[in-house]
C-alpha cells in the first residue's frame, strides 16, 4: 500500500496509513470550506490532516495559519509529516484533546476566522463498531462528543467567523441544536445523498458566529 495520496491542483502528498486515510467526508469538508486565503483556521478532529491538505491543494494562496487539532499520536504524526514534505510552514499540529481548555487557549479565544470538523458521527454502542481502536475513536463518540467540538468552534471563532462540519445526516437535529446553543447560527446545510433512492448519508453543515436566522438548503 502506498503510504501518500496526492491532492489538488497543487500535488499536496497527504501521508496515510492503514487506519488513517482520506475518506470521502473529509475530502468534500475541504471542499466547502471555500476560500481560505489569509485567513486563521482550525481543524478539530484532524486526523491525519485530510481537510487542511484539501484546503492547501485547492487554494491558490495559502491561509495564514492552519492550526490541526488531534487526538491520536499516530495520526498526529502522519500529518507532522505532511506538512514538513509539502513546506507547509503555516500548519501547527496541536496534538491533544479537544475538551481540554489549556489546549484551546494556547490557540486563542476568539482568534480564528474558519473551524472545520469531521467529527465522530455515533454514539458508543449504537450500533456496529469497527475493530480497530483508532477507526472506533474516530466513528464513535469515545474521545469527544458532537457538543465538544461545537463548544470548542464557538470558544475559537471570531465573531462572524464560520463553522463547518460534517455529519452524519440523521444527526441533523442535534447539529442544529447545539449550534444555536453556542450561538453559531446554521446558514447552510448540503445533503449528500446514497443509493438509488437518494437518501442522505451524510450533510454538510455551515454556522456563523452571531449570525442571524435563516439557512439554505442544499442537495448536492
Not at 495520526?75 to 503555516?90: H, I, K, S, V
Not at 482568534?111 to 455515533?122: G, H, K
Not at 437518494?198 to 454556522?207: E, F, V, W
Request: aromatic letters at 8%; glycine letters at 10%.
Amino acid at each position: 500500500m502506498r503510504d501518500y495520496e496526492v491532492f489538488g491542483i497543487n500535488g499536496i502528498r497527504l501521508f496515510v496509513s492503514k487506519e488513517h486515510r482520506a475518506g470521502t467526508d473529509s475530502v468534500l469538508l475541504g471542499k466547502f470550506a471555500g476560500a481560505v486565503r489569509g485567513k486563521t483556521l482550525c481543524d478539530l478532529c484532524s486526523g491525519c490532516g485530510v481537510i487542511p491538505a484539501v484546503l492547501c491543494a485547492d487554494s491558490p494562496r495559502p491561509p495564514k495559519k492552519i492550526f490541526a487539532v488531534e487526538i491520536q499520536p499516530s495520526a498526529a504524526d502522519l500529518l507532522r509529516r505532511t506538512a514538513a514534505e509539502n513546506n507547509l510552514g503555516f500548519i501547527e499540529v496541536v496534538q491533544g484533546d479537544l475538551r481540554d481548555d489549556g489546549i484551546l487557549s494556547a490557540i486563542g479565544r476568539e482568534s480564528v476566522d474558519l473551524v472545520t470538523a469531521n467529527p465522530p458521527y455515533y454514539p458508543i454502542k449504537s450500533g456496529f463498531e469497527r475493530s480497530s481502536g483508532a477507526q472506533r475513536a474516530a466513528r464513535y463518540e469515545i474521545c469527544c462528543s458532537v457538543g465538544d467540538v461545537v463548544r470548542a468552534a464557538a470558544y475559537l471563532l471570531k465573531f462572524g467567523g464560520e463553522f463547518k462540519m460534517c455529519m452524519a445526516a440523521e444527526r441533523l437535529t442535534d447539529c442544529v441544536c447545539l449550534m444555536r446553543e453556542h450561538r453559531l447560527e446554521p446558514k447552510e446545510i448540503v445533503f449528500v445523498p446514497y443509493g438509488k433512492n437518494k437518501t442522505a448519508r451524510l450533510l454538510l453543515i455551515s454556522g456563523k458566529k452571531g449570525g442571524k436566522p435563516g439557512v439554505k438548503t442544499v442537495w448536492r
